[in-house]
């Protein structure tokens, strides 16, 4: 079941640039999306999120772009910092899920912020 | 800052033995949730809690699982008898009634069967 996708297992950027971390969806009654970063044993920390009747959503160093008509999603790190190395996980919630909205991750991206 | 909190941060048991994990969600949330991730694996959902009550679950959260919020704080998960594929990180989560639907995760119980 691959709703939620996430093609790059993997992205490096040098410290001060802008990161660039992709996520395509299949099912469009998602209407809501996040966006969680994840060290090693600890939970996955909430990042930023986006209603699917926005197209952007920014918080600090944080931007989040929904292209609904592509059904893909992205999230701009700018400017990376080395502490932003973690592993990034996109999530969706639908309203068919009844009050709940459990969340559907996808597979997650290792960034990497190279000094 | 609240956050949610889970209990042990390992587990250890033999395949047949009935295990709890606990949670102790941010106190003013309504929702609660368990999702486990199996090494390698994506983040999955298994039950949500509403009400005092199961409000979804996947096809995972079969009858060896079950979820209880025994006072007014905790949220545990149990799994009556153990098999070796229910090795996984399990993580509580938990969020606000309203227009927002950002959840809030503990920090995980390894658990291991062997």
């Known amino acids: 079941d691959q709703q939620v996708k996430q093609n790059s297992p993997s992205l490096s950027v040098q410290e001060g640039r802008i990161s660039i971390l992709n996520c395509d969806y299949t099912?469009?009654?998602?209407?809501?999306f996040l966006w969680y970063k994840k060290y090693p044993a600890e939970g996955p920390t909430f990042l930023i999120s986006?209603?699917?009747?926005?197209d952007k959503n920014e918080d600090g160093r944080f931007t989040v772009f929904l292209n609904k008509s592509a059904k893909h999603l992205s999230l701009h790190i700018v400017p990376s910092q080395p502490g932003d190395s973690a592993v990034y996980f996109c999530?969706?919630?639908?309203?068919?899920?009844?009050?709940?909205?459990?969340?559907?991750f996808g597979s997650g991206t290792q960034l990497t912020v190279l000094p | 800052e609240p956050e949610v909190t889970q209990t042990p941060s390992h587990q250890v048991t033999q395949m047949g033995q009935e295990v709890i994990l606990r949670c102790v969600p941010i106190?003013?949330?309504?929702?609660f949730y368990w999702y486990r991730q199996i090494l390698g694996q994506k983040v999955e959902f298994l039950v949500s809690?509403?009400?005092?009550?199961?409000?979804?679950k996947s096809e995972i959260f079969d009858d060896q699982f079950s979820v209880e919020r025994p006072d007014g704080s905790n949220f545990t998960l149990k799994i009556r008898s153990t098999k070796l594929e229910d090795s996984a990180m399990y993580f509580c989560?938990?969020?606000?009634?309203?227009?927002?639907?950002?959840?809030?995760f503990g920090p995980g119980t390894r658990l291991t069967v062997l």
């Open positions: 989560a938990s969020r606000q009634q309203g227009a927002t639907y950002e959840q809030f």
């Open positions: 809690f509403y009400n005092n009550e199961i409000s979804e």
């Open positions: 986006i209603s699917s009747i926005k």
């Open positions: 106190s003013n949330h309504l929702y």
């Open positions: 099912n469009s009654m998602f209407d809501y």
């Open positions: 999530a969706a919630s639908s309203s068919l899920s009844g009050s709940a909205r459990q969340l559907t």
